[in-house]
């Protein structure tokens, strides 16, 4: 499958549920205001002969984790993600970099434009840039985690960038013609919801056979499945979740995964990350 029939195949499943409806006025200003923090710091990287942005916070000299985007882009979400993982014990410095180069989708059409346009090999090297960037300013390692398409990149790096240290995807599977996970070369845990739908990224057909290949590597792994949840459960913000019922996302469970996820997480880029 072509990376780009591939962004496809994700973007069909969600609209086919009639979720590309612009999001409301208000909505959009909330976003803008979840996203103003100052603890973020905005820098720029350098890698081969492109300059991007990233967004960096944390305790200076923790072990560096890269956080990387949903379909959206840079937006309220992971910025919350990436402001929570700095905060776990003992203290990570957490950096996103900015994929899509500025936008934002603020809609499912949007979103999926900016997807199918991604360059996923020069995603790759971004993220590579990032880990190195986070290794020359005093994180001795770095893991890398994403949610989403974010996901599958960070499950992509752990097969092609050498400097991860290990890695941890949220409802996220590479294409096989972009990284196989058979070929994992760091621990990698990853995150699936039971009621996913999207069939060959995420569903929990696709979170089996990564298992498998897992399995496969002879690296350590760890994969769960979240009974009664469907795809993007960790955003639990109210502009999460108000946008997820949008996109006809409805859990038919009143437990909340994110807690034990985020325990797991904490647990796993613990053991890999500060020993």
Known sequence: MALLNYSRVFSKTLNSKAVSRTLTPSFARLQIRSMATSEIKKIQIQRDDTTFDAYVVGKEDAP????LQEWWGVDFEIKNHALKISKLDPGYKTLIPDLYRGKVGLDAAEAQHLMEGLDWQGAVKDIQASVNWLKANGSKKVGVTGYCMGGALA????????????????YGVPPN????????????????????NIVGFSDVQTAKA?????????KPYEVYIYPGVT????????????????????????????????SRFQTWMNRYLSA
């Open 177 to 196: 013609e972009l990284a196989d996970p058979t070929n994992i070369k760091v621990p990698v845990q990853a995150h699936f919801g039971e009621l996913d």
């Open 64 to 67: 560096g984790i890269v956080v």
């Open 231 to 262: 795809h993007a459960f960790m955003n639990t913000s109210p502009e999460g979740v108000e946008r997820r019922k949008n996109l006809g996302m409805i859990d038919q469970t009143e437990a909340d995964p994110a807690d034990v996820a985020w």
């Open 210 to 218: 990564l298992e498998e290949k897992l399995k496969a590597s002879g």
């Open 155 to 170: 499950i992509a790096s752990s097969v092609l960038v050498p400097e991860v240290d290990a890695a941890v995807a949220f």
